[in-house]
Each structure stands twice: as structure tokens, then as C-alpha cells.
């Protein structure tokens, strides 16, 4: 009776985690050439500790600091990958790195996470700077705290105008109009050059943010 049990209590478990993945990724990720750990950094970076790394602002948007998040790529996802129908960004999402495990940045960046951080009180987000739908990396050197501003709605927060260029630059690639390697270091770059042709793509395109 007792192996019985534990049998049926370790089905019920196995079973609860089978759903949870699913409810994570609705869709099958074994897409043929696609190595969802597999990542590569854009340039050499340090590896910080607390309060190591400072963001900039450009265009009065805040920018990551280059030395600690340079931007990464997972080399296995081409244009092809991208515009399978089976592609999501969860088949990669928290693949090298726990969710938990990324909240190592706001130290590195000497923010506190606020408390609510969900909803219409969500003012920070940890970002990939090269964005998962533009084959970026889910590895530390690639994830950075993007917060504020404070007194705003939330689609105008710096996050949601960041996810708008990365719809516009996945856009493009997948319509041919950009190469997907010049997209991912340009973002990386400087993200806050396309804020204006996002901005109005979005207007007339469905956009994420």
C-alpha cells in the first residue's frame, strides 16, 4: 500500500509539472537546429558584483552599462527559427538562467526591486537588451534593470517603449528588410534610435509593451 501511495503521489507531481511547462509554453519547442542554453556575448564584459555597474541615459532613456551587459545572442536562432510557427520566446526563456537567478542584476546595478513590481505597478522590468524575439541570449550578460519613470502609465514606462522597437526589429527581419545580425548589435548599440519609427509602426501594427 505503501509503494502504492508514493507511486500515485509521485504521478500527481510529475503531472503538476508537466502542466506548469505547458502553461509556460503552449507550443512544441523541439524545432530542428534550435540549442535553447546555447549563447554568445557581443563583446568582452566584466563580471560584477554589487553596485559595479552604472546605467547611462541617452535620448533621456536609461542605456546599460556596456562593461556589464555588452548584449548576447543564442547563435541558433536564424531568420528561419524566428519565423516558425512553433517559435516562441518561452523555448528559450529562462533556459541558462532561472528567473530567481536573474535578480542578481538589480544588486549589480545598486537598484532595490520595488514592491509591488506586477500590473499597472510594475516599474521595473529585467530586460534582455537584445530581445529574445531577436535570437538574444537568456545569459547574465544580457539582462540588465530597466525602471521608470515613475509618474506615468505603464505603457509609457521605458520598458514598454523598449518592447515596441523590438517588435519593429523583429518585424523587419522577418520581412527581410534588416539582417537579423545587424538588428541584434544595433539594439544592443543604441535602442533608443528606433524609438521613433517603432513608435509609429506601432501605431498601425500590432506591438508587444
Given at each position: 500500500m505503501r509503494r502504492v501511495l508514493v507511486a500515485a503521489l509521485s504521478c500527481i507531481f510529475l503531472t503538476s509539472a508537466l502542466v506548469t511547462a505547458a502553461a509556460k509554453c503552449s507550443v512544441?519547442?523541439?524545432?530542428?537546429?534550435?540549442?535553447?542554453?546555447?549563447?554568445?556575448?557581443?563583446?568582452?564584459?566584466?563580471?560584477?558584483?554589487?553596485?559595479?555597474?552604472?546605467?547611462?541615459?541617452?535620448?533621456?532613456?536609461?542605456?546599460?552599462?556596456?562593461?556589464?551587459?555588452?548584449?548576447?545572442i543564442n547563435p541558433t536562432v536564424t531568420v528561419a527559427i524566428l519565423k516558425n510557427s512553433n517559435f516562441r520566446t518561452c523555448c528559450v526563456r529562462d533556459k541558462v538562467e532561472s528567473e530567481s537567478a536573474k535578480e542578481v542584476a538589480y544588486g549589480w546595478y545598486g537598484i532595490h526591486k520595488p514592491v509591488p513590481n506586477k500590473g499597472q505597478d510594475q516599474h521595473c522590468e529585467l530586460d534582455h537588451l537584445v530581445p529574445l524575439e531577436l535570437g538574444g541570449a537568456d545569459s547574465m550578460d544580457n539582462i540588465w534593470p530597466q525602471c521608470g519613470p515613475e509618474a506615468v502609465t505603464l505603457k509609457q514606462r521605458f520598458f514598454k517603449q523598449k518592447d515596441q522597437v523590438e517588435s519593429f526589429l523583429a518585424a523587419q527581419v522577418k520581412a527581410g528588410t534588416m539582417d537579423l545580425s545587424t538588428a541584434q548589435k544595433a539594439i544592443a548599440s543604441d535602442y533608443t534610435q528606433f524609438l521613433k519609427d517603432a513608435k509609429a509602426f506601432c501605431s498601425t501594427n500590432s506591438c508587444s509593451g
Open positions: 512544441s519547442c523541439l524545432i530542428n537546429g534550435l540549442a535553447s542554453k546555447n549563447h554568445r556575448t557581443l563583446r568582452a564584459h566584466i563580471t560584477p558584483t554589487d553596485g559595479d555597474c552604472h546605467a547611462g541615459v541617452k535620448h533621456g532613456f536609461p542605456m546599460p552599462d556596456r562593461r556589464c551587459t555588452p548584449g548576447a
